[in-house]
């Protein structure tokens, strides 16, 4: 019963992660003063310690490590490369073709970070 509740939190906050980075991206190109909304800035973070909160407790629940099992190890550092790219996107961009491509690549890390959980695979495709 834990294991699927933990699971199917994972999950939400992982549909909410990338909503909400989606959302963000969009106001980004738009250059919405919506970005600089407090709850704008808030909440992701809130969700996001929420999907490492579950993301840890499952894989503590699956007796699986990053840096021990390879797909984890994959997820892991992708992980980095997402927030490395995201925060490009979002905040360090100096333009805005630089935010849009880092956007556009933590995207990507993100769908292979999909993959890579579903086909619990480094090498998903």
Not at 3 to 14: A, N, R
């Amino acid at each position: 019963m834990t294991y699927t509740l933990l699971k199917q939190l994972h999950l939400v906050t992982i549909a909410i992660t990338l909503a909400l980075f989606v959302l963000r991206g969009v106001w980004m190109m738009r250059e919405s003063p919506r970005l600089k909304a407090r709850w704008v800035r808030i909440a992701p973070h809130v969700n996001d310690a929420l999907l490492l909160a579950s993301g840890l407790g499952l894989a503590f629940l699956m007796q699986q490590y990053p840096l021990v099992h390879g797909w984890l190890t994959a997820k892991f550092f992708a992980l980095i490369a997402y927030i490395i790219l995201g925060t490009i996107a979002l905040k360090r961009g100096k333009t805005k073709p630089q935010r849009i491509a880092a956007w556009i690549a933590a995207l990507a890390v993100f769908a292979y970070m999909a993959a890579v959980a579903r086909a619990h695979a480094p090498w998903p495709f």
